[in-house]
């Protein structure tokens, strides 16, 4: 018969059934019940269970020894000292404590090395030396010298194509690039170009020769101005983007704004060949007759924080302002002319509404050809000089007087 113990005490070996005098190892119920029922010598096992002595091995040690199997027998009384329990039970006892200590500080470093792995220093960032730093701070102030940029903003200049083919066909150092006025070559998105090789290489030179720096190794100073020139370059291609599309943004507004004014000039004409009726507006026929889209005062669109988006109307410098008055009788007409008898609009977009102003035109400085002298402000002919009169081709004033039937 075999009873398996746990680690506790020796009452807690013993089974319920069993009476108190087996506590007392010195009393035969003891040894009776250490024994098997056949009359076998018990051993016990690493784990504390009561195990048969013919399954032990015949060699056996003394009573704190081991057999082959590596447990722990009884002495030939198939019983067992209280020391020997004892020191088995603080040998498990001191097992367990080691295991765990062990168990929990393998688990620790699990743990640590499992964070490093998920988590690594500095968040996989990895620094570059203090050396390293300061020369790359060398190379972008002394290359901002060379360049003559004031500030890191400042605009960045490049050689032209032909600058760029002309040294790489020719390999001439009076073609290339000078160090003491650095201009590189950013036609191209490649960096590594001939020009900028030279460059690199004068600015290598250039560098070690001041002895405030104190790296003087060529090839990593060439290595490190490379990957500047590489940020200048995509700094120098950000701003022509930024050209090339506020370039397009200007063509479209100036052809918004001549096509406004052009609008304009056949609203106005139009009007005047509708009004012209029986011949009542006969001594204006010669006016229209010469009179271009040039003429007519433009737009431009202003709003502001607290006012509206607007088109104000931009003066000409040449231009009579007595003329305004004339002109706007035309819009009135057109107007007028977009209304039925029982007043419902034709269909159609009406004109935007325009808002006079002070401001001087700025996208068109010539003045118009033919037109009457009144139409012409006199500060202005009196700042040309009789070649430029001429080609005025100015004709005889024209009364602008506006009638009471047109009032």
């Known amino acids: 018969m075999n009873l398996e113990w746990s680690t506790g005490s020796l009452a807690s ?24 029922s056949n009359g076998d010598t018990g051993a016990i096992n690493y784990e504390g269970a009561i195990m048969s002595t013919s399954e032990s091995s015949p060699n056996n040690d003394s009573i704190n020894g081991r057999n082959n199997e590596g447990r722990y027998n009884c002495d030939d009384r198939g019983a067992f000292s209280w020391s020997d329990i004892h020191r088995r039970q603080a040998y498990r006892r001191g097992s367990r404590d080691s295991f765990r200590q062990s168990h929990d500080q393998s688990n620790m470093e699990s743990s640590s090395n499992f ?145 406004r004014r052009r609008l304009l000039y056949r609203r106005r004409k139009q009007a005047f060949n509708n009004s012209n009726v029986g011949g009542m507006l006969s001594h204006w026929v010669v006016i229209w007759k010469y009179m271009k889209m040039e003429a007519m005062s433009g737009d431009e669109t202003d709003y502001g924080p ?43 977009q009406f004109p935007h509404h325009r808002v006079p102003s002070y401001r001087l035109e700025r996208h068109i400085s010539h003045a118009a050809v033919g037109l009457p002298r009144n139409f012409y402000c006199e500060d202005f002919l009196a700042c040309l000089n009789p070649s430029e009169l001429r080609k005025l081709e100015i004709k005889e004033p024209v009364d602008l007087s506006l009638s009471k039937e047109l009032l």
């Open 13 to 36: 070996h013993v089974p319920k059934t069993a009476s108190p005098s087996l506590m007392d190892p010195a009393s035969s119920s003891f040894r009776d019940w250490s024994t098997s």
């Open 115 to 259: 964070k490093r792995s998920r988590t690594p220093p500095h968040n996989g960032i990895k620094h570059r030396s203090v050396t390293q730093n300061e020369l790359q701070s060398d190379v972008r102030e002394l290359t901002r010298f060379l360049m003559h940029r004031k500030s890191h903003e400042a605009p960045i200049d490049s050689i032209s194509k032909e600058m760029a083919w002309r040294y790489k066909t020719t390999r001439n150092d009076t073609h290339g690039p000078d160090i003491h006025n650095l201009v590189l070559d950013f036609t191209t998105k490649e960096t590594v170009t001939p020009w900028n090789k030279r460059a690199a290489e004068l600015f290598a030179e250039e560098y070690v020769s001041h002895e405030e720096y104190s790296c003087k190794d060529h090839a990593q100073i060439e290595k490190v101005f490379f990957v500047h020139i590489n940020y200048l370059g995509n700094i120098y291609r950000k701003a022509l983007e930024m050209e090339d599309l506020q370039d397009a943004r200007d063509r479209e507004k100036e052809k918004a704004r001549i096509m």
């Open 306 to 348: 607290e006012t509206p988006e607007q088109a104000v109307i931009t003066r000409l410098p040449w231009r009579n302002p007595a003329v305004d008055n004339w002109l706007r009788l035309f819009d009135k007409l057109h107007l007028l002319s977009r209304f039925h008898d029982d007043g419902r609009p034709t269909p159609g």
